[in-house]
């Protein structure tokens, strides 16, 4: 039986020391306070309307900016995608790094060995650093007794908070490579993907980071309806909307995982910030803030969706509770970040941000207008153009995802879903900004799979149509 060695020592503790405070404090959630009158301002917002014809007023900007951003991706569905970077020759391939935070995953550990296998790149300029916790026995002995030799186990000194960010960012300071991306412990990438990335960074010495598509490979006929519903919400925003973002040259807030960044502008911006919990949308802010700009890739890496709506809303808390830290640190200094942004990017990071939350805390307000408000008023017309727009490019990414269209007109009971959530995620927000709601891995019944095994059916009827992400 194969038995790597794990990883301790002082260096892996000076650079614990640094993952919590990597991040300069005006653009950290560290110590962030959130008083629960504050948290409750959204959806009390988002139902001013019904106490007054004139808030609607405050509304429409969003509601309109909302449904603009759902349109233009539309159409960029239609649109010939721009031809990817030249491959690198081998000799001039960098250096990279593979990040790979886990936690409670002994279960998936030896797919995620062959899904990194099937990446086709030298194994020489390729390194890859495991990343445990403390008290994480299960885990930790399946990496020892499953990873290949040359992979670096390294297991976190305890701290707080116990987040997958700080987790990351021991694992920056450890890390030699010219790239670095970050997978989880689910994940299968596309093979061709790290070579992609490479030349693609290597292309534009302007670009921080790259990021892959994701999409979900066990939402087939049969599967639960909840999953289904994730992988068509994942087909519109990594196929439609972040390649629009990318084609105008807008900054996008990235996936929490499969993003290739050039490390030297990672560690110039401090690295992953441990206190938030969407560390992957704030790092794209502050990346663009620096003048670094982003860009989406055509190639797809196979996630695991949620099989219970129990997993969904828990997942779902988080990523709403991280957006909303990400926009209260973001506004602290408003004129500074727009400064920064500039116009366009301020308008677009609006949209990806605040009006995507308060859109999910207004659906009640959607359901009932027609009862209570004015459905002839101009807030009604922007919410019916809002819902039709965001059913009609659900519809169109449906297909190029491997889903049926009819999924799409599920979306006005699935969005009452999204506000539960947001609803949960606004009470940990008071209690807890930094509190990490972890999915459980290993629940979906996904295809067999090994280090030979061939690209998933999905990603073949993707090939056949226009490439996008």
């Known amino acids: 039986m194969n038995i790597v060695p794990i990883f301790r020592s002082r260096r892996a503790e000076a650079a614990a020391r640094w993952a919590v405070s990597s991040v300069p404090a005006h653009l950290s959630a560290r110590g962030l306070a959130v008083p629960l009158w504050a948290a409750l301002l959204l959806p009390l917002a988002a139902l001013l309307p019904l106490l007054s014809p004139w808030a609607s007023l405050l509304l429409a900007p969003a509601f309109a900016l909302a449904a603009g951003l759902r349109l233009a991706a539309l159409g960029n569905l239609f649109l010939r995608p721009a031809p990817p970077a030249p491959p690198l020759a081998g000799s001039d391939l960098p250096t990279a790094t593979v990040l790979v935070p886990l936690f409670r995953e002994a279960s998936i550990f030896p797919d995620l060995a062959a899904a990194l296998a099937r990446l086709d790149y030298p194994a020489h300029l390729l390194e890859v650093i495991i990343l445990l916790e403390e008290g994480d026995a299960a885990t930790i002995a399946a990496a020892r007794s499953t990873a290949p030799a040359h992979w670096r186990i390294v297991v976190v000194p305890p701290g707080r908070p116990q987040t997958k960010p700080r987790a990351c960012n021991v694992g920056l300071a ?70 629009l973002l990318s084609r105008l040259g807008l900054p996008f807030l990235l996936g929490g995982t499969s993003n290739w960044f050039r490390a030297s502008a990672l560690r110039a911006a401090g690295g992953w910030d441990a206190h938030n919990v969407t560390e992957d949308a704030d790092l794209g802010v502050r990346l663009a803030r620096m003048g670094w700009t982003s860009r989406a890739i055509a190639s797809t890496t196979w996630e695991e969706a949620p099989v219970r709506v129990g ?159």
Do not use: N
């Not at 006929?221 to 990594?238: D, K």
């Open 311 to 469: 997993a969904w809303l828990r997942q779902r808390a988080r990523w709403f509770k991280g957006f909303a830290v990400t926009a209260i640190v973001h506004a602290r200094e408003p004129r500074r970040t727009m400064r920064e942004l500039g116009a366009p990017g301020f308008i677009a990071l609006l949209a990806q941000l605040p009006v995507a939350l308060l859109c999910a805390a207004a659906h009640p307000l959607g359901l009932i207008v027609g009862e209570v408000g004015d459905p002839s008023g101009p807030l009604a017309a922007l919410l019916l153009l809002g819902y039709c727009a965001a059913v009609a490019l659900h519809a169109a990414a449906a297909p190029r995802a491997g889903l049926p269209v009819w999924l799409a007109l599920l979306l006005p009971f699935y969005w009452l879903l999204h506000w539960a959530a947001l609803l949960l995620a606004l009470s940990d927000l008071a209690r807890d900004p930094a509190h990490w709601r972890k999915t459980e891995h290993g629940a979906a019944c996904r295809h067999p799979f090994s280090a030979g095994a061939s690209t998933p059916r999905m990603l073949e009827t993707e090939s056949r149509g226009p490439q996008q992400l």
């Open 174 to 243: 450890l890390a030699s490579g010219e790239l670095v991306v970050v997978f989880d412990g689910e994940d299968r990438p596309d093979p061709g993907q790290a070579r992609l990335a490479a030349a693609a960074l290597a292309a534009d010495p302007r670009l921080a980071v790259v990021q892959a598509r994701l999409g979900c490979d066990h939402a087939g006929p049969g599967s639960p309806i909840v999953a289904r519903l994730w992988a068509l919400e994942y087909a519109a925003l990594f196929g439609a909307i972040l390649p």
